[in-house]
């Protein structure tokens, strides 16, 4: 069972940056993918970015493509979300996620380990 807990969510005015960080425990990590979502109330989780731990392959959801960076701390089975550019629509709360995606990983339905989330707020 893979653990993946997130952190570095907060408030920040628009145009301003902010980092996400994702760990995950439990079991050797070379076949998973570990990919960030989003989501506002009323609406479902939205795809943002992943990273795919076998390649250092990275993709993006069209919204945050330039703005956002999906990268791997080498030294520890984590990956942050830095996120530049805010914008008043990137309000939501994060959520990492962890697993072995047959498909793009860009469906929460291909992750089954998840996070508790971060909530993220751009003010004006």
């Known amino acids: 069972q893979v653990q993946v807990v997130e952190s570095g969510g907060g408030l920040v005015q628009a145009g301003g940056s902010l980092r996400l960080s994702c760990e995950a425990s439990g079991r050797t990590f070379n076949t998973y993918t570990m990919g960030w979502f989003r989501q506002t109330p009323g609406m479902e989780r939205e795809f943002v970015a992943r990273?795919?731990?076998?390649?250092?392959?990275?993709y993006y959801a069209d919204a945050v493509k330039g703005r956002f960076t999906i990268s791997r701390d080498n030294a520890k089975i984590r990956v942050y979300l830095q996120m530049n550019s805010l914008k008043l629509e990137d309000t939501a709360v994060y959520y990492c996620a962890a697993g072995e995606p047959t498909g793009w990983g860009v469906s929460p339905n291909e992750y089954n380990s998840w996070g508790q989330g971060t909530l993220v707020t751009v003010s004006s």
């Open positions: 990273f795919k731990w076998s390649d250092g392959s990275t």
